[in-house]
Antibody, heavy 126, light 107 residues
Framework: QVQLQQSGPGLVKPSQTLSLTCAIS??????????WNWIRQSPSRGLEWLGR?????????DYEASVESRITINPDTSKNQFSLQLSSVTPEDTAVYYC????????????????WGQGTLVTVSS | DIQMTQSPSSVSASVGDRVTITCRAS??????LAWYQQKPGKAPKLLIY???SLQSGVPSRFTGSASGTDFTFTISSVQPEDFATYYC?????????FGQGTRVDIK
């Protein structure tokens, strides 16, 4: 059974960097079929996919265009986890942030999110 | 980006009722669509993928179907634990995008 456990601060000041970590159990961040995603949810924007990291003989990242200049998702193979960093945050970045897995073994394609972290409410405020 | 439009935004139902939710994609996505259930304070839960495939462990009262760019999600007989918000999501093209959600509440 795959489990994703999120950690990180719930309050970030404007212009600073939001940092969250997602620890994986029951799977490997270096899996050749899984990808490790960050998704956020807010009342104004709904569910919004932010980006992912995955390993296919080498590491890849994909990012949503609206945050691409501010986002970094990194794997940490030594701890079997991955992280999200979002820089220069504004109150518009206030949301519940989720990590999630997708695996191409499910249906031959990506982007079906079958395991999710518990969510972290991140508030951007001074 | 592909826009996903769900309707209705909310529906009231009694236990045992049949509930149907629709989702329309702004362009063709084949059968690359998922449905999720979300309860307050919890993460979304995958119910259906590939438009009509039931995720392991999900009750068979949940079904999905596709017709062109229109997708239908049905709960054949709503149970007390089914009162929640449901989202569709396209998995065809980058970036994946979600519908705005449909809240199913108790009549």
């Amino acid at each position: 059974q795959v489990q994703l456990q999120q950690s990180g601060p719930g309050l970030v000041k404007p212009s600073q960097t939001l940092s969250l970590t997602c620890a994986i159990s029951g799977d490997s961040v270096s899996s050749n079929t899984a990808a490790w995603n960050w998704i956020r949810q807010s009342p104004s924007r709904g569910l919004e996919w932010l980006g992912r990291t995955y390993y296919r003989s080498k590491w890849y990242n994909d990012y949503e265009a609206s945050v691409e200049s501010r986002i970094t998702i990194n794997p940490d193979t030594s701890k079997n986890q991955f992280s999200l960093q979002l820089s220069s945050v504004t109150p518009e970045d206030t949301a519940v942030y989720y990590c999630a897995r997708d695996d191409v073994l499910m249906a031959g394609i990506s982007y079906y999110f079958d395991y999710w972290g518990q969510g972290t409410l991140v508030t951007v405020s001074s | 980006d592909i826009q996903m439009t769900q309707s209705p935004s909310s529906v009231s139902a009694s236990v045992g009722d049949r509930v149907t939710i629709t989702c329309r994609a702004s362009q063709g996505i084949s059968d690359s669509l998922a449905w999720y259930q979300q309860k307050p304070g919890k993460a979304p839960k995958l119910l259906i993928y590939a438009a009509s495939s039931l995720q392991s462990g999900v009750p068979s009262r949940f079904t999905g179907s596709a017709s062109g760019t229109d997708f239908t999600f049905t709960i054949s007989s709503v149970q007390p634990e089914d009162f929640a918000t449901y989202y569709c999501q396209q998995a065809k093209t980058f970036p994946p995008t979600f519908g705005q959600g449909t809240r199913v509440d108790i009549k």
